[in-house]
């Protein structure tokens, strides 16, 4: 058995939280982004917080350490637009290999730093591989509801990329989050089951879908009982819920998964609903309280939070969690080696 797998034995883990909120917090330059190595670069990359662990690297350890401080067992490598899909945009295909290599070694120097102060409480690394900027399911066109601007194939050398550069960065497992719609996160789970098979490895894999809106379905029109079955054939670690929603909005959905599925279930949920400032407003206590719920009704088994969410918003959950056991669950795959 892993390390994480004995972890989640054994308590509730904590994920960290928004890696985003974080960073603006730097009030980071077009300059910044930049430094010195991609000065002349031609295409504007302010915005592209990937690449921050080349030229900031720095900060974005900074941000890890805060929240292993806050109580976070996970930490999430800075990747979450790190396929040549998502860095089309800013012209940076070439480098992904290379963001996503270094991402997680920042990480994971990280809790190696943390593990070694406090041996009881192993600290781990989550590689975070997002959900790109095209769906595979719906129509970009309303004219041409048939045309398609990703195929699968394309998607899953793209996953691919990036999870075998997380792999050898040293991440302890691999992260599909956010998943607006499962064909996508299909073409994800499906490079990593042949990245397991090539090296002759096991990854712990998360899954984590996005509810988008108040009809509790994901973007491209799944239930959670609908993304759950779709996902049933792939050999998880957890399946989960992040993003798009506030802790308490979000409880039905993770009802659903905890009571239909045997796997460990995670949820983190963005701090509250964005106000009219696309803005976050909901405290650390009031968070806390509503995920206080989770832990009552023994929904979860990792929590943490997304948009708006901070160190202090991670150690007022931590602080909670301690006082609640795991949800029981059991794996379907009890041979996993080791890698």
Known sequence: MKPIEEALQQRILVLDGAMGTMLQRYHFTEADFRGERFKDHKHPVQGNNDLLSLTQPEAIATVHAKYF??????????????TTIAMADYGMEDLVYELNYESAKIAKEVAKKFTDKDPEKPRFVAGAMGPTNKTASLSPDVNNPGFRAISFNELRLAY??????????????????????????????????????????SVPTMLSGTITDASGRTLSGQTAEAFLISVSHIPLLSIGFNCALGAKQLT????????????????????GLPNAFGEYDETPEEMAQQIKTYLEKQLINIVGGCCGTTPEHIKAIAALVKNYAPRPFLWPDKTLKSV
């Open 69 to 82: 401080e806050a109580g976070a067992d996970i930490v999430e490598t800075n990747t979450f637009s790190g």
């Open 160 to 201: 691919k990329q990036q999870a075998a550069a997380l792999l050898d960065g040293g991440v302890d497992m691999l992260l599909v989050e956010t998943v607006f719609d499962t064909l996508n996160a299909k073409a994800a789970l499906f490079a990593i089951e042949e990245l397991k098979e090539e090296r002759n490895i």
């Open 252 to 271: 039905p959905h993770l009802e659903v998964l905890a009571r239909n599925s045997s796997l460990a279930v995670s949820a983190y949920p963005n701090a």
